[in-house]
Protein backbone atom coordinates (compact mmCIF):
# COMPACT_ATOMS: atom_id res chain seq x y z
CA UNK A 1 0.00 0.00 0.00
CA UNK A 2 1.14 3.74 -0.93
CA UNK A 3 2.06 5.87 2.03
CA UNK A 4 -0.87 7.43 3.91
CA UNK A 5 -1.24 10.95 4.21
CA UNK A 6 -3.81 11.89 7.66
CA UNK A 7 -6.73 14.26 6.92
CA UNK A 8 -9.00 16.02 9.65
CA UNK A 9 -12.55 16.10 8.50
CA UNK A 10 -16.03 16.88 9.12
CA UNK A 11 -19.02 14.63 9.28
CA UNK A 12 -22.24 13.94 10.19
CA UNK A 13 -23.16 12.69 13.23
CA UNK A 14 -24.96 9.60 11.08
CA UNK A 15 -21.51 9.21 8.96
CA UNK A 16 -19.94 9.02 12.40
CA UNK A 17 -22.00 6.65 13.84
CA UNK A 18 -21.73 4.22 10.54
CA UNK A 19 -17.71 4.60 10.68
CA UNK A 20 -18.34 3.62 15.02
CA UNK A 21 -19.38 0.27 14.10
CA UNK A 22 -16.65 -0.24 11.08
CA UNK A 23 -16.35 -4.11 12.47
CA UNK A 24 -20.34 -4.49 11.74
CA UNK A 25 -19.32 -3.95 8.04
CA UNK A 26 -15.82 -5.96 7.80
CA UNK A 27 -13.31 -3.55 7.95
CA UNK A 28 -10.59 -3.61 10.09
CA UNK A 29 -10.32 -0.07 11.27
CA UNK A 30 -12.61 3.59 10.46
CA UNK A 31 -9.84 4.99 7.56
CA UNK A 32 -10.20 1.65 5.82
CA UNK A 33 -13.99 2.45 5.29
CA UNK A 34 -13.09 6.12 3.99
CA UNK A 35 -10.59 4.94 1.76
CA UNK A 36 -12.78 2.25 0.04
CA UNK A 37 -15.78 4.80 -0.18
CA UNK A 38 -12.96 7.22 -1.57
CA UNK A 39 -11.79 5.32 -4.11
CA UNK A 40 -15.68 3.74 -5.01
CA UNK A 41 -16.32 7.41 -5.86
CA UNK A 42 -13.34 8.11 -7.15
CA UNK A 43 -14.13 5.49 -9.86
CA UNK A 44 -17.73 6.42 -10.52
CA UNK A 45 -16.92 10.24 -10.74
CA UNK A 46 -14.27 9.53 -13.82
CA UNK A 47 -16.97 7.13 -15.23
CA UNK A 48 -19.48 9.90 -15.17
CA UNK A 49 -16.76 12.49 -16.09
CA UNK A 50 -15.96 10.12 -19.38
CA UNK A 51 -19.62 9.46 -20.30
CA UNK A 52 -20.28 13.08 -20.44
CA UNK A 53 -17.57 13.78 -22.38
CA UNK A 54 -18.52 11.28 -24.75
CA UNK A 55 -22.24 12.74 -24.86
CA UNK A 56 -20.45 16.02 -25.91
CA UNK A 57 -18.36 14.62 -28.50
CA UNK A 58 -20.86 13.14 -29.90
CA UNK A 59 -23.58 15.69 -29.88
CA UNK A 60 -20.55 18.27 -31.52
CA UNK A 61 -20.02 15.50 -34.35
CA UNK A 62 -24.36 15.27 -34.91
CA UNK A 63 -24.48 17.88 -37.58
CA UNK A 64 -21.61 16.18 -39.45
CA UNK A 65 -23.08 12.74 -38.99
CA UNK A 66 -26.50 14.56 -40.94
CA UNK A 67 -24.64 16.44 -43.74
CA UNK A 68 -21.52 14.17 -44.35
CA UNK A 69 -22.69 11.38 -46.63
CA UNK A 70 -19.88 9.04 -46.45
CA UNK A 71 -20.19 9.87 -42.15
CA UNK A 72 -23.65 8.98 -42.86
CA UNK A 73 -22.87 5.39 -44.96
CA UNK A 74 -20.80 4.36 -42.01
CA UNK A 75 -23.22 4.88 -39.31
CA UNK A 76 -25.89 2.45 -41.29
CA UNK A 77 -22.97 -0.47 -40.89
CA UNK A 78 -23.39 -0.05 -36.52
CA UNK A 79 -23.71 -3.33 -35.37
CA UNK A 80 -23.37 -5.27 -38.18
CA UNK A 81 -20.75 -8.40 -38.23
CA UNK A 82 -18.14 -8.13 -40.64
CA UNK A 83 -17.43 -12.18 -40.42
Known amino acids: MAPLTQKKISISSEQNE ?15 IVREALTQFI ?28 LATFTELDGEDFI
Open 18 to 32: FLENYKQWGFTDQSS
Open 43 to 70: KEAKTRRRKSQMAQKASELLSDYRTDKE
